[in-house]
């Protein structure tokens, strides 16, 4: 969260269902809300789960909150872009779901070894391969 002097911002993870992916949600956020948005990686699939990966900003903490609810009630789940992504490589078993879901690359598998490598400098802190790793090998540190 940051407070600035030209308002109130923060970062976001905005998760769409195959339900609304098409709906201009967002759209609406700059038109009825008073918002002002950087889109920072976007996943926008037809009828998939998609998601944004954006700093929203608003002149004051109430009108950041009113957007935020109004997300909520178009049905956009939300989730604040963590700090630091900790990859347990003690943890991880190699199964390459990670590499699949992130969207900036910060997961490759190497093919001569097929052994999961990962560059936080790439990370945007998405947190999806949090929620996606099946033996919890990521960590997100606030
Ligand atoms: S999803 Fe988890 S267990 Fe699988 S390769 Fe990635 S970090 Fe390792
Ligand atoms: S949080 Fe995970 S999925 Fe998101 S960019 Fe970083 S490594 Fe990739």
Known sequence: MNKKSNGYS???VLHFTKEIWDKPIVY???KDYDLIFNILKASILPRQESYLVMELIGDTKETFDRGIEYLRRS???IQPVEKDIHWLDNKCVHCGACVSICPSGAFTIDRSTMMIQ???NLCSACSLCVRGCPVRAVEAEL
């Open 10 to 12: 923060k970062r976001i």
């Open 28 to 30: 609406r956020l700059v």
């Open 75 to 77: 049905g956009v789940s």
């Open 118 to 120: 990962f560059d936080p």
